[in-house]
């Protein structure tokens, strides 16, 4: 199933006929570049293209008043004074004669997109579009925007869901699901545009059904829109309430780790709770490097990781449509990653130190603390003081921390010389405007910047696996390695494990080394490997110890059950060992934790979204191991969540290594998964469990001072749980504070 990208040249007609200074930044040569550049990189080529059509008058209709449409519709046969004049009566608008036949084509991009999603004729697909939309109400235009085309298109796969509930391929379930409090699940919107979609706001605000999420520059009410209701603490109203969630931005300048966090910390534990069936995004790149309205930080790289998050939702059902986006260069390139990862190459790695500023973490905090009435999975920490009263002792699990460490190595991943006194990296573009050409300073640690990632690995996913009957489970383009690595340097590798002497386990780690090295040469970009469970725990050793010494600069390995952190691990913060399915939760140093496999479906998804990836994000590996050891328990749809988003780490460089008896299905999934499809649903999320509570806050508490992209805090914890304040602290008194725990 592949993706689509909706277009019509018409949308290059409408323009600014005269001197509006607030206006001319809206212009033709948004699209022309955008498109130009996707061709340049093969992108265009790879999509689905869809020409774009008109939306009818009834569709229109969906989202706008009769008599709004009909005066936008005379707009056609107007003067350039009398256009001028309608133009002042809105905020920041400019009519011209082609605006209602470019609008028409914008909305109708989207209801063709969403058809496109919704029949299974592809996985997911971006509209090219000029006029935007998420400003416009239901009976004006505003903000460059005249038709609302993400919510007319949200209107209509509504529409057609009542209409159409048993079409086969579009939807499995069959009728409306019903959320836990009787309403139905439906839509995801997530506006990454860079101005509050408040025109999208005021349309579902009372829905609940529809799941509206903006972050916007806000700078507390003094930017435009200038809206109260941009705030946090505008949550919906009556049946919608906790279904508008707002995120405002109070100072420029806000970055990847600024983004990426918002959604791990924010966005994503909500959406996975509403689990939607479709996912809507207003893509406006306004939010990007370099643009004169945002004047935000994010790289282009940022969108192919927000793409990538929001891909394992909704089984991969991603509609993009433009909103904004003024600084052609940086337009230009940030679409290209979006639909890169629509297409579902791997997200490039993030560039920059990945530390949240403080002003990012208070808006999370405030939007978090706004939304926890309404979502389970916020109300986590609240357990602590309620359920768990706090009362886990520091010391235990703790023994053994080699004090040294931290001091050692966290100075590599966070540089004090890159930061400027709020602890905010510098500006990347002290210059002004420009993408590109002023690419970011080299980070603290520049080989990270630049893994063997180029040119593209010419094989996406391999499989190195013995059963027979694994073929049948793969999809066809993942590649069945025949080879091994040579005998003499298989047995070397193998001499110092007692496990790893027998045949099979030698003959294993052999496909497992050819497979790795493919990796690490940047001919493979990701794989499956297998062992028996008796050798799994030296098979990870070794991999380890070849992928340190064949180039990998950063290893993150996440082992799932029993699988002890072998015991030559160098204490030189290049290998991030995360093991989930240990007997207790432990931080024996930053970069060695241990917690117990969550027991619910939701202590899962919040220790993949608040501890994992967090700390993997910190990280900035360039190749991950996932291997799923003795007794690891996961099921498949979990396991494949897990590995999915993993996969936005190392620029997909990810290999999993399974037990040997594992089922060909798991292999399946994970194979999916690893080349890019979406991973299944988890279905309606259970809350955490208190033990998983437990255990996420306490590593929380202990790692948050090393790892910033860790932080997160919640207004209500500090009445919920007064003692989670010092528990938070960290034993090792990070950031410089004495250790209170
Ligand atoms: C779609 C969009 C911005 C309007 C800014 C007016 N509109 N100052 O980005
Ligand atoms: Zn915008």
């Not at 979006?338 to 297409?343: D, G, P, Y």
């Not at 091994?484 to 340097?489: F, H, Q, V």
Request: charged share 15%.
């Amino acid at each position: 199933m592949g993706t689509a990208l909706v277009y019509h040249e018409d949308m290059t007609a409408t323009r600014l006929l005269w001197d509006d200074p607030e206006c001319e930044i809206e212009r033709p040569e948004r699209l022309t570049a955008t498109l130009d550049r996707l061709r340049q990189r093969g992108l265009e080529q790879r999509c689905l293209r869809l020409s774009a059509r008109e939306a009818s008058k009834e569709e229109l209709g969906l989202v706008h008043s009769p008599e709004y449409v009909s005066l936008v519709r005379k707009t056609q046969v107007l003067g350039e004074e009398e256009l001028q004049a309608l133009s002042g009566q809105f905020d920041a608008i400019y009519f011209h004669p082609s605006t209602f036949h470019c609008a028409r084509l914008a909305a109708g991009a989207g209801l063709q997109l969403v058809d496109a999603v919704l029949t299974g004729a592809v996985r997911n697909g971006l509209a090219l579009v000029r006029p935007p939309g998420h400003h416009s109400q239901r009976a004006a235009a505003n903000g460059f925007c005249v038709f609302n085309n993400v919510a007319i298109a949200a209107a209509h796969a509504k529409q057609k869901h009542g209409l159409h509930r048993c079409v086969p391929g579009w939807l499995q379930g069959c009728g409306p699901r019903r959320h836990s409090k009787g309403r139905h699940r439906w839509i995801l919107i997530v506006d990454w545009d860079v101005h509050h979609g408040q025109g999208i706001q005021y349309l579902f605000e009372d829905d609940p059904s529809v799941l509206y999420f903006s972050w916007h520059r806000y700078e507390h009410g003094r930017f435009w829109p200038f809206l109260r209701e941009s705030d946090a603490d505008a949550v919906g109203r009556g049946q919608g309430l906790g279904f508008t969630v707002n995120l405002p931005w109070n100072q420029v300048g806000m970055g990847n780790a600024d983004y990426v966090a918002a959604f791990l910390h924010l966005l994503l534990p909500l959406a996975f709770e509403f689990d939607p069936e479709l996912v809507l995004v207003s893509a406006g790149f306004d939010s990007a490097i370099g643009d004169p309205e945002g004047q935000m930080q994010a790289t282009p790289e940022c969108f192919a990781h927000l793409t990538h998050l929001l891909q394992v939702l909704a089984s991969g059902r991603v509609c993009a449509m433009l909103e904004g986006g003024y600084h052609l260069e940086s337009l230009a390139e940030s679409v290209c990653m979006t639909v890169q990862t629509l297409l579902g190459d791997p997200a490039p790695p993030l560039s920059g130190p990945m530390v949240p500023c403080q002003s990012a973490l208070e808006s999370i905090q405030s939007a978090r603390a706004a939304q926890a009435p309404y979502w389970k999975s916020l109300q986590l920490q609240g357990q602590c003081g309620q359920v768990l009263g706090c009362r886990i002792p520091p010391q235990a699990p703790c023994s053994g921390y080699d004090s040294e460490l931290s001091l050692d190595v966290t100075p590599v991943l966070t540089s004090p010389s890159t930061h400027s006194p709020e602890g905010r990296p510098p500006p990347l573009l002290p210059g002004g405007p420009m993408c590109k050409a002023a690419a970011p300073a080299p980070a603290p640690s520049s080989l990270l910047d630049q893994p063997c990632l180029c040119p593209a690995p010419s094989v996406r996913t391999t499989v190195a696996l013995t059963a027979p009957d694994i073929t049948l489970v793969l999809p066809p383009d993942v590649i069945q390695q025949e080879g091994s690595a040579l005998r003499e340097e298989t047995e070397a590798w193998a001499r110092p494990h007692e496990s790893l002497a027998r045949k099979e386990a030698l003959t294993a780690l052999g496909k497992l080394l050819y497979l790795l090295d493919g990796m690490l040469d940047g001919q493979v970009n990701s794989g499956i490997a297998a062992t028996p469970a008796s050798a799994a725990a030296a098979t990870l050793d070794v991999a380890i110890q070849r992928g340190l010494s064949h180039g990998a600069q950063r290893l993150l390995c996440v082992a799932l059950g029993q699988l002890d952190r072998p015991p030559d691990l160098a204490h030189d913060g290049r290998t991030l060992w995360l093991n989930i399915g240990g007997k207790e939760a432990a931080a024996l140093s930053m970069f060695q934790v241990s917690t117990p496999l969550p027991v619910m479906t939701g202590g899962f998804l919040s220790c993949i979204l608040g501890l994992v990836l967090p700390l993997a994000y910190g990280f900035q590996p360039d190749l991950v191991l996932v291997a799923l050891g003795p007794g690891h328990g996961l099921q498949g749809p979990h396991a494949a969540l897990l590995a999915a988003m993993l996969r936005g780490l190392a620029g997909g460089r990810v290999l999993a290594l399974l037990e040997e008896d594992s089922t060909p299905q798991l292999a399946g999934i994970l194979a999916r998964v690893l080349r890019g499809e979406a991973p299944p649903s988890l279905g309606p999320s259970s809350v955490a469990s208190p033990e998983d509570v437990q255990a996420l806050m306490y590593l929380r508490g202990q790692l948050e001072p090393q790892w910033a992209m860790l932080q997160v805090r919640l207004i209500a914890e500090a009445w919920l749980c007064p003692g989670a304040r010092l528990c938070r602290r960290g034993r090792w008194g990070g950031q410089g504070r004495a250790s209170e725990c």
